[in-house]
């Protein structure tokens, strides 16, 4: 995977999502109701909902707000029938993007999600046409200044399937989406703790683009990121750091 700039795209997501925090902990919690609600509310026999306590808890959120999310999905649930969606489309540039959506109406999420689209001057595709790209994986992202021989041994020793090095100096971990929580549980033993992680949906290949249309692919993933439906947003743009900074 190309990712000159990896590193930067990590910094600059987390300072938007930090900005967004209080939208993000909504979606967190539609996440944990959904999961306690299919699975059931023990995170051990549950792993899509050890998952997302994972992510939750990364995000800062507090265990009390967890729990409470875990225990209104494990409950009745009445009133929160959520059907995951993703809709594939191309963005400005000829980018591939998911939209993955957890909805109580597909109408109105479909109509949503296809007036984003429309108003960046782009389209949803078939059903197909965009997700063959994409690859689901469990990621992590290691800073430049950690010690390559210990992550690479310490890493491949508990079951990771890829290390990347890339250009910026940063380290990318790749595991199944199964065992991404167990490796990333194993590397902290070892004093290897990444500075961001989570399962997500990886392109095959990456498509670099000029910093206008960069800024164009990031004002569509932010207006579709603002819809309260969507969950994650994946692309396969190749984005510089100078179009977060332009927004």
């Known amino acids: 995977m190309a990712g000159h700039s990896k590193w930067a795209n990590i910094k600059h997501r987390k300072a938007a999502q930090d900005a967004k925090r209080g939208k993000i902990f909504t979606k967190i919690i539609r996440e944990l109701v959904v999961a306690a609600k299919s699975g059931g509310p023990n995170p051990e026999d549950n792993p899509s909902l050890r998952a997302v306590i994972d992510k939750a808890l990364g995000a800062n959120m507090k265990r009390d707000t967890v729990d409470k999310a875990v225990a209104r999905g494990a409950g009745s649930g009445e009133g929160e029938n959520y059907e995951n969606l993703v809709y ?45 790209l994409f690859e689901r994986k469990g990621q992590m992202i290691f800073s430049a200044d950690t010690d390559e021989d210990q992550l690479m041994e310490g890493a491949l020793e508990v079951g990771a399937e890829d290390i990347v090095n890339h250009d910026d100096g940063s380290f990318e971990v790749l595991t199944s989406p199964e065992n991404y929580l167990s490796v990333k549980e194993a590397l902290v033993e070892k004093e290897l703790v990444a500075e961001a992680g989570e399962v997500t949906m990886l392109p095959s290949t990456q498509t ?40």
């Open 88 to 132: 594939e489309g191309y963005g400005p540039g000829g980018v591939a993007i998911l939209v993955d959506c957890l909805t109580d109406n597909k109408n109105r999420t479909v109509a949503e999600v296809r007036h984003a689209f429309t108003k960046a001057g782009c389209e949803l595709a078939a059903s197909g046409s965009v997700a063959y």
């Open 208 to 247: 670099e683009l000029d910093l206008d249309t960069a800024v164009k692919v990031l004002k569509l993933v932010d207006r579709l990121e603002d819809l309260d439906d969507t969950q994650n947003i994946y692309s396969n743009a190749e984005i510089p750091p100078e179009a977060y900074e332009q927004l």
